[in-house]
């Protein structure tokens, strides 16, 4: 069993930045593929950005594509999803994900695994 735990959410003035957090346990990090996704209020949940444990696989949705990076530090066992220049319509409740195959990166359904999520609140 793996556990998500996601940090560093809030409020962010419109143009600014945030920087996400997730930590994992109960398995080796680098065996796990990992992603940010997110929903909002009558939204179905989408894909932000997904790393697979192969190195060289990233994924970004177009929505972030340009102003957004992902990492990871498998010592730590950590994700790391940092957004620049945000606007009101990111405006969520972003979710740390993990997989223990590499394939689709973008297909939430194969996500085994699923943090509780922490509110992103952007506005001027």
């Known amino acids: 069993q793996v556990t998500l735990v996601e940090s560093g959410g809030g409020w962010v003035q419109t143009g600014g930045s945030l920087r996400l957090s997730c930590v994992a346990s109960?398995?080796?990090?680098?065996?796990?593929?990992m992603g940010w996704f997110r929903q909002a209020p009558g939204k179905e949940r989408d894909l932000v950005a997904a790393?697979?444990?192969?190195?060289?696989?990233?994924v970004f949705a177009d929505f972030v594509k340009g102003r957004t990076s992902i990492s990871r530090d498998d010592a730590k066992g950590a994700l790391i999803l940092q957004v620049h220049d945000l606007k009101p319509e990111d405006t969520a409740v972003y979710y740390c994900?993990?997989?223990?195959?590499?394939?689709?990166?973008?297909?939430?359904?194969?996500?085994?695994?699923w943090g509780q999520g922490t509110q992103v609140t952007v506005s001027s």
């Open positions: 994900a993990a997989k223990t195959d590499a394939g689709d990166l973008r297909s939430i359904s194969s996500y085994n695994y």
């Open positions: 109960g398995r080796s990090f680098s065996t796990l593929s």
């Open positions: 790393m697979s444990w192969s190195p060289g696989n990233t």
